[in-house]
């Protein structure tokens, strides 16, 4: 009886280690591990479960157009994804052109349902999104500024006289510029200019493009770029009024001292320290 339960039992242990190896064997689809967007919030790293392709036969890199991502409407950004055929991880390489509240996290998933495979031929099931981690905070020009001293461009000072200039880029993208000029020791501005602004957000290094529509003291458009530079932090900002006369703003490609093709240098750089 003895010798009859222990063979009863040992083909019991036997089926179950049987049945614990085939699924320890049965392969799965792939999924997505991680998502992480790096702190400059120019690249996602994307982490698969195991090495992948863009077809079943084990070839093909996964690009764009087999891995989707998406975000908020509100951030506008386009991408491209950079990835080797087998590998465990992908980057997508981001050119974010709005500002980032530091709330908005990225969705990242197949793109269809025959877009990632894995070495068995197994399909990513495009339910297997992942969101990423928040992106940092980067408001480009929004909040309150302060240029005096060394930092009010040369021209401004040669041909108009300025003393200091407080800026405010609000996030209803209104603005409000308060011009002092020399010998002006009140809390009053000689100038209050006034209007709408927008920006956008370059392919070049951290510069952004503007386009300031004044409505106040009188109506104009004018146009140029900025970038925040940091260590210390100092606001680089150039534009030129483009209605009404023949300047040519600066580009993000010819960088700063490109108003009319360089002839103005950096007399017409203006820098501002952030007050808020």
Not at 22 to 46: F, G, H, M, Q, Y
Not at 60 to 69: E, F, K, R, Y
Request: proline share 4%; net charge neutral.
């Amino acid at each position: 009886m003895k010798n009859r339960v222990f063979f009863f039992l040992t083909i019991v242990m036997a089926g179950l280690i049987g049945i614990s190896s085939c699924v320890k064997d049965e392969n799965l689809a792939p999924t997505i591990k991680s998502a992480v967007v790096s702190t400059d919030n120019k690249t996602i790293l994307v982490t698969f479960s195991e090495a992948v392709y863009a077809k079943a036969d084990m070839t093909g890199a996964i690009d764009a157009t087999t891995l989707s991502v998406t975000a908020p409407e509100a951030l506008k950004f386009t991408y491209t994804v950079t990835h080797t055929a087998g590998s465990l991880t992908a980057t997508v390489n981001l050119v974010i052109t709005s500002i980032i509240q530091g709330t908005e996290k990225f969705t990242v998933k197949p793109a269809t349902a025959t877009a990632i495979y894995d070495n068995e031929g197994l399909a990513m099931l495009v339910t297997a999104a992942i969101d990423s981690n928040t992106a940092a905070k980067d408001l480009g020009i929004i909040g309150k500024w302060l240029s005096e001293g060394a930092n009010v461009a040369p021209l401004l000072v040669t041909y108009f006289k300025v003393l200091k200039v407080e800026a405010e880029f609000k996030t209803d993208f209104t603005y409000k510029v308060n011009q002092f000029n020399i010998g002006n020791t009140t809390t009053t501005p000689d100038l209050v200019f006034t209007g709408t602004f927008a920006i956008a957000k370059s392919a070049v290094g951290n510069i952004w493009t503007i386009t300031c529509t004044q409505e106040m003291p009188y109506a104009a458009t004018a146009s140029g770029i900025f970038e925040i530079k940091t260590s210390p932090e100092l606001l680089w900002y150039e534009v030129v009024q483009t209605s009404g006369t023949q300047n040519v703003p600066p580009t993000p490609a010819a960088g700063f001292g490109s108003s009319n093709g360089g002839t103005l240098g950096v007399l017409n750089v203006q820098k501002f320290a952030r007050v808020i």
